[in-house]
């Protein structure tokens, strides 16, 4: 008769787990830290691995890599892994100077032109992240035509605590938006000065709840508005969003230097309207052109984080407040802007270790 198995050690599950590694990091999920709350109890082992994001793309991979490796163990009957997250915050090299309380990383979207898509893309990226359990922010900024509202079906006035403005709830997200200070219909004219204290509220006197994502729709362009933005507030990194076509492409290397002159990292490049498919058929048409994210990607080194297809309900989704992301998870624009998200969420991770 065979002897039972000796429970394993600590150390050993600790060895196997070394083979596990974190694609983005480089390094394993023992160095890194990763592996809590240990326990065994006889065969039956359980951990959980902690990343710095949980809308991680090979969170699902490394899950059953860490289980496999723990399993091959002598002596494990069961093995229960955990998967969880703690999202890194992004710090100014020097002090906390421009840290918006409740905010760990604030991404800016951003694009050269108008009417690429921005707003689309910050609703769904700020949704698709929510949906991986992050906790998520989003502010309107584009005080010109400030539109986040519309796409998530929120009206009315915010209300005030504590000498601070609340943001509204909405898909899991924490909303605010100017359009919601201003009466409907009325254009919003703000110059120099006004704008910049306009931004300045809006940045640090909404009553942010402990976000580990504050994502920030701005107006097209890179006039006072984005400047003012990035003066003001350490924006963790920016998101530029084009088309294919020559004249957005064109826009995008000024939205690209006037980041750099800023010190804000490009987080990467969203091709928009990249193609549309017919109902019923699998051809792609290049209504805008093709290949402008991967131009970018080439000539400034900032890689392309998705592309996403033009397709009639992501513009009916947001013209009633329901986000591809949320109305039609597993339609194709809406992958790949779950795709952008997970790869946004990546480059924080990665940014904020180094
Ligand atoms: N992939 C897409 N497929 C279909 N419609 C889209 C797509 N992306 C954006 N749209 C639609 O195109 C219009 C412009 O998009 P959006 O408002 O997001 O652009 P924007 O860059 O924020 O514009 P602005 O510069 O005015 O702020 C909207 O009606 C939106 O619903
Ligand atoms: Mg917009």
């Not at 980041?259 to 051809?283: D, Y």
């Not at 992301?325 to 480059?347: E, Y």
């Amino acid at each position: 008769m065979s002897q039972p198995q000796a429970a394993p050690t600590e150390a050993a599950v600790f060895d196997a787990l070394r083979a596990v590694r974190d694609p983005d990091l480089h390094r394993d999920i023992v160095e890194l830290g990763f592996v809590k709350d240990l326990r065994i109890c006889g065969g039956n082992v359980a951990f959980a691995i902690e990343l710095t994001t949980p809308a991680c793309p090979v969170k699902d991979l490394m899950q059953s890599q860490a289980e496999a490796a723990v399993r091959k163990l002598p002596g494990v009957e069961e093995v229960t892994v955990t998967m969880t997250a703690q999202v890194t915050a992004s710090r100014p090299l020097l002090g906390d100077k421009g840290m918006i309380p409740g905010v760990k990383n604030v991404i800016a979207v951003s694009s050269g032109k108008g009417g690429v898509g921005k707003s689309t893309v910050a609703v769904n990226l700020a949704c698709a992240l929510a949906q991986s359990g992050a906790r998520v922010g989003i502010l309107d900024a584009d005080v010109y035509g400030p539109n986040v509202p519309l796409m998530l079906g929120l009206t009315g006035q915010p209300g005030v605590e504590n000498k601070k403005i609340v943001p509204f709830e909405r898909h899991g997200l924490q909303v605010m938006s100017m359009a919601l200070l201003v009466a409907e219909d009325q254009p919003v004219i703000w110059r120099g000065p006004m704008l910049h204290s306009a931004v300045r509220q809006f940045l640090f006197d909404v009553a942010w709840n402990d976000l580990d994502y504050l994502v920030v729709d701005l107006p097209p362009g890179t006039g006072d508005a984005q400047l003012s933005l990035s003066q003001q507030a350490h924006l963790m990194g920016a998101i530029i969003v084009t088309t294919p076509q020559d004249v957005s492409v064109l826009d995008v290397r000024k939205a690209i230097r006037m980041f750099q002159t800023v010190n804000v990292p490009i987080l990467g490049v969203v091709e928009n309207m990249a193609w549309f498919t017919p109902p019923g058929s699998t051809e792609r048409y290049h209504l805008f052109g093709e290949g402008g994210g991967a131009r970018i990607e080439k000539e400034f080194g900032v890689p392309l984080l998705g592309q996403v297809p033009i397709e009639i309900p992501v513009r009916e989704g947001g013209d009633r407040g329901q986000p591809i992301v949320v109305a039609d998870p597993t339609s194709a624009a809406a992958q790949a802007l779950a795709g952008v998200a997970g790869k946004v969420a990546q480059r924080v991770s990665v940014l904020n270790a180094q």
